[in-house]
């Protein structure tokens, strides 16, 4: 695995227009047409190459929003919300839902379950999307116990929770999931370019229109986020980051951060700070990027190898070392 080093440098994605844009050209079949909403707790942006498809962009969207009440464990009347508050009772949800929740058991087995999706009571109770604050012990223990994800029982689109306090939470895969949803109906559809950004995942759909790859950049999160510190290029692909900055706070001078150990119920400590993963597969590379950090780097790297359809990693880690992984085009700045 090759290694190049640069200090202090933190991963996110950056879809970056300069960047991406071929050439000026008249043509309806090379200018992007895009469209922006306030979605999945970010800012999601569908672009395509293409000025007859306005309409789809706004389907595409619309697609997404719908996704989001289904997955989210916060907006009532959703799958998710349903099934957290059936104690225990079987639900009937959509197929969707019920294909999404089985890759959530999938990868936690693949992690030996770091990677958690009945981690919903501890997320509620950190807070990260609200007013975030350290738990007692007693509120920690009672959370953890209900943590297990062999507990979740899936029969067609019939699912029911082992232990009737649980709560499900998508958090760590329903945006890769989405994304492949979305590439998928757009592509379906006829689009043979474009982007789809969901604030840190992002899929490619075909090529540029003039042929050539996309240059996504990967710039220093607490810095000035037009300062990169390299680009991928890529053909079409799912570009994914994880990183333990993205949701965090100071408490008594320690930070905390959102990406929880299931089986201590605190933030997990790892030598990575950031993970880009790119790979065919938007649902896989938002579990790895989050699995990668709870195992740390050495262990990240030997499961890497045992997962089909990855293309490659990007890894920071606190001691400012960069880490790539597999056959990808990246392009670090200064050849840092």
Not at 58 to 74: G, V
Not at 273 to 280: A, D, G, L, P, W
Not at 305 to 334: C, R
Request: aromatic share 6%.
């Amino acid at each position: 695995m090759p290694k190049s080093r640069k200090k202090g440098a933190l991963l996110v994605l950056l879809w970056s227009m300069s960047l991406m844009l071929p050439g000026c050209n008249s043509s309806h079949e090379t200018e992007p047409l895009s469209e922006t909403r306030l979605l999945l707790d970010t800012v999601c942006t569908i672009t395509v190459y293409d000025h007859s498809k306005q309409a789809l962009i706004t389907a595409a969207l619309d697609l997404c929003a719908q996704y989001e009440a289904m997955f989210s464990r916060a907006m009532e009347g959703g799958s998710i919300w349903r099934i957290n508050h059936a104690e225990g009772l079987p639900i009937t949800v959509e197929t969707q839902t019920a294909e999404l929740l089985q890759a959530g058991l999938d990868y936690g087995a693949l992690s030996g379950g770091l990677f958690d999706i009945t981690v919903g009571r501890l997320c509620a109770l950190w807070d990260f999307n609200g007013n975030p604050a350290v738990p007692s012990p007693p509120q920690l223990a009672a959370a953890r116990d209900t943590v297990d994800y062999r507990r979740v029982f899936i029969e067609g689109t019939t699912v029911w929770l082992g232990d009737r306090k649980a709560w499900l939470d998508l958090g760590g895969i329903a945006k890769g999931y989405i994304a492949d949803q979305i590439a998928g109906f757009l592509k379906e559809r006829g689009v043979k370019s474009g982007i789809i950004d969901l604030g840190g995942n992002i899929v490619t759909v075909g090529l540029k229109p003039d042929g050539g790859l996309w240059h996504v950049g990967v710039t220093e999160p607490f810095g000035n986020r037009s300062e990169i510190i390299g680009s991928l290029s890529v053909g079409e692909a799912s570009i994914v980051t994880s990183g333990i900055y993205e949701r965090q706070f100071m408490e008594n001078g320690t930070l905390y951060h959102h990406i929880l150990n299931p089986s201590s119920g605190m933030p997990v400590e790892s030598d990575i700070v950031s993970v880009t993963i790119v790979s065919e597969s938007s649902t896989a590379g938002d579990a790895l990027s989050t699995i990668a950090i709870l195992l740390g780097s050495d262990n990240a790297v030997a499961l890497f190898d045992q997962v089909p359809g990855l293309m490659g990693a990007v890894l920071v880690l606190k001691s400012g070392e960069l880490l790539q992984y597999g056959d990808i085009d990246f392009t670090a700045v200064n050849g840092g």
